[in-house]
């Protein structure tokens, strides 16, 4: 019965209509928990993730690890939920024990490191079976393990170190490890004198910045690449710095990346002769998502960025303007702001800002994404009208809202229109043919509906 409608729309588009990207709008935030020596939101009162990161999937599920949990012993532990709920789904029997950063992926499986603790290894949280325990101590003589990252085939890439010196692996399930990279002083036939923090992806690859030289040349002077490393070791050289291309525009780059399932890299990078960016490439084509030197952000800061298969790109830098902190995101056409140091959010304890009693930074640790855009991020909160009172540190999801893309394939064009008219039937009706989607994409003149009013900026969406 939606026929005509559809027709109508076509017609009213024309012929010239492409796509476009969709870069999310943000307005709505939506607290996962929040930490406090006081009264505390989804969590016991006094533990604490201080500087960690979240990670979210594409089920809008969020994990983060716990420097601590108020228990006997204070020892450390992992935090799971979605929607506003969770609970500590993990705490180590050591309190002496670390537990590194977390991954999610869209399955519901966590996994994170534990060091200084018997046996030191990766670890999961399986939302699914709701269970938990040690996955690996591979491979064998490994003696500390560090940013492990689970795909969605349960696949899990790590850098390990072996007293000192690194090695990149990836565990399918059961021994032996695949070894993508080595450093020398592991393998003098290696080129590699030192081996960052690692990214991984669907395909089993491991993306990260590699200092080249022989044992103990882990000088600044040294080349450094970002390479993409397969299983076998072969690779793809993403970028170079000018001590391994001197024609690159790559002074040098920070230490963490993020691999896309496609084979892309977002990454920041220093600049020659000057200045700061964002970059997001696959070795043949380089797209520049912000730089300090014009437009609206100045300093971009040395966390690492979040990136997802449909081309966005996020990242902390400070707002040009008004010098505050902000949390962005962009495809290299298009720049938007997530949220900033002094907004207004929803908190368990009324509305909230994100502030600090002094100068300290107001996010802690980066930020992760999932397939829609939504943010996951790390805020210090504060009263409204009195940044002196602490309301501790909340996990929150920025939802995007993205205009247009209903069907949600990334992009606004005329694939959408079958979805748009979906949704004009209302939420229910559209979540049956879009369980993966959201209703709100259709809401293309921003009044929090969808309904008739909506079809002009539609058209306008999809024929610009």
Known sequence: MHRPITVA??????????????????????????????????????????????????????????????????????????????QVKFVAADSNATIGSISLNHLGR???????????????????????????????????FGTPIVNDLGQVGYRVSFLGSNAWVSFA???????????????AASPYSFLFTPSFNNSRQIAGKVR??????????RPDQIRIINPDGTFTIIAHDRDSDPNSLFLSFDNSVALTDNGWVAFNANLFPAGRGVFF?????????????????????????????????????????????????GDGTTLRRVVREHDIVPTDLGPARIDQHDASPVF???????????????????????????WGSGIFVALARTPGD??????????????????????????????DCRWLNADCDGDGDVDFDDIDPFVALIGS
């Not at 959408?416 to 043919?433: E, K, M, N, R, T």
Request: proline share 7%; hydrophobic share 45%.
């Open 406 to 435: 209903v069907d949600c394939a990334g992009d606004v064009d005329f694939d959408d229109i079958d979805a748009f008219v979906a949704a004009l039937s209302g939420p229910a009706a559209y979540a049956a043919q879009y369980p």
């Open 281 to 329: 490439s696959n070795g043949v084509e380089t797209r520049t998502i912000a730089v300090n030197t014009a437009g609206i952000v100045s300093t971009i800061e040395s966390f690492g960025p979040a990136a997802s298969a449909s081309g966005l790109v996020a990242f902390r830098a400070f707002e040009n303007n008004t010098a505050l902190r902000a949390i962005w995101i």
């Open 173 to 187: 399930g059961a021994p032996p490890v695949a070894f993508h990279a080595v450093e020398a002083a592991l393998d």
């Open 9 to 86: 729309l076509a017609v009213a588009l024309g012929l010239g209509a492409g796509s476009q990207a969709a870069v999310p709008f943000y307005d709505s935030y939506q607290l996962q928990c929040r930490a406090n020596f006081g009264a505390a939101f989804n969590l016991p009162a006094g533990s604490f993730f201080t500087s960690s990161t979240p990670a979210i999937n594409n089920a809008g599920q969020v994990a983060v690890n716990l420097a601590n949990v108020n228990v006997p012993g204070n020892p450390p532990g992992v935090w799971f939920g979605q929607g506003g709920t969770g």
């Open 364 to 390: 802690g640790g980066s930020i992760t994404i999932n397939r829609y855009g939504d943010v996951a991020f790390n805020a210090a909160l504060t009263p409204p009208d009195n940044n002196q009172i602490e």
């Open 212 to 221: 080249l030289g022989a044992a103990g040349q882990t000088g600044e002077n």
């Open 110 to 144: 966590a996994v994170f490191p534990q060091n200084f603790t018997s046996p030191n290894g990766v670890y999961f949280y399986d939302a699914p079976s709701d269970t938990s325990g040690l996955l690996t101590t591979q491979p064998i003589g490994a003696s500390s």
